[in-house]
């Protein structure tokens, strides 16, 4: 048989093949709070996974949430240098979401589903990758683990060791989250605080006794001037009180409000500096408490040289199959790619691999996901896409 006649009959990457698996984790609906439902496809994952040969540790969920999934190439060991891809199998999208809000659905060459962009074609991706590979006979040059985790929409608050514990173990880490317009990579990542406040006035009746009260509300209206005001733009700082709720009647000057606030940051320092500014708080009017909790909730995802270098060779890599990869100047957005990177691994590559195969062609739009099929495809065989 000729080389050609050979390479022929090789399987090839094909578009609705990639589809379909995809569809069928979108088919599964996983909000983050609904840990049964996201350990549902936890068990599709699994059992794919243990398909490919990989063993598979399944970390018990906490607190509500749905499992962790780590499953590894049968070559990893402790201690040897390996790849570690990130993912997560929750979505921001309500049950039913598929039935009304976004009907799974093919449009042209767009298909549409909750969580399809973030990130259910690009956690199936990599799944396509590694089966194609072993069905061609290959291997991985190094060993991987491949980590889905069960609340990242959330902050991550029970998988954050061990995505810390694993990332560790890694040379690499391929996070896969959506690329951004054009297919541009995410090489670097704001930080990410979040605060609630809870402001203590005093009641009274707005017609009868309006001097003896002390308005909550009016003391929130300052703080939020005063929290919002802290956004510096040309510091790449931003500040966002995102909710608020207080009052319990019209002619009650209000004892109670709340707030939740969102930071921005660019660097782990800004990060301090606003951290305590905004816990810092104290009410215009003394007669009124302020009680504020929070913190950073992930530290920014900073361009370092070795997160560079990695996109340099990356670029290489890309112009050789025919595309220009691009980064992104800085994304506003967090995810678990923050907690690695700030222990020092080189996220790049993942950007790479994940973003171009599985994102660089889609968009998300709240409940409006789509990922373009052709095009994934097209990325995932290493193919220029017009
Ligand atoms: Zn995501």
Known sequence: MTDAAARDNEPKID????????????EMETPTYHGDKVNLLADRIQGQWEAQGCGVERIPGRGGFGDHLLARSPDWEEGKPCLLVLSHMDTVHPLGTKDEANPIRREGDSVFGPGIYDMKAGAHLPYYAYRHLKRLGHGTKLPV????????????????????REAKKARYV??????????????ARKGVGRFEMRITGRPS????QHQ????????????????????????????NVGMVKAGT??????????AEIDLRVVSAEDGEEMVAKILNRVPRDPDVTIEITGGMNRPPYERSDAIMALFDKAKICADAAGFELETT???GGG???????????????GELLQDQLRQAMAAGYEDLDWSAVTRIAARAAGLPVG
Do not use: C
């Open 15 to 26: 578009a609705e093949e990639i589809l379909d698996g995809i569809l069928e984790w979108v």
């Open 205 to 208: 009746h707005s017609g009868a």
């Open 329 to 331: 100047p800085l994304t």
């Open 249 to 258: 009647g019209v002619n009650v000057v209000p004892r109670e409000a709340y």
């Open 145 to 164: 683990s491949f980590l889905f985790v069960s609340e990242e929409e959330v902050g991550s608050p029970t998988s954050r060791e061990v995505i810390e």
């Open 335 to 349: 995810s678990d790619g923050n907690f690695s990177a700030a222990l020092g691994v080189p996220m790049p590559l």
């Open 212 to 239: 003896e009260g002390r308005s909550a509300v009016k003391e929130l209206a300052h703080q939020i001037l005063e929290i919002e005001g802290f956004t510096d733009y040309a510091r790449g700082v931003t500040t």
């Open 174 to 187: 391929l996070v896969t989250e959506p690329a951004r317009d054009g297919g541009k990579i995410v090489t």
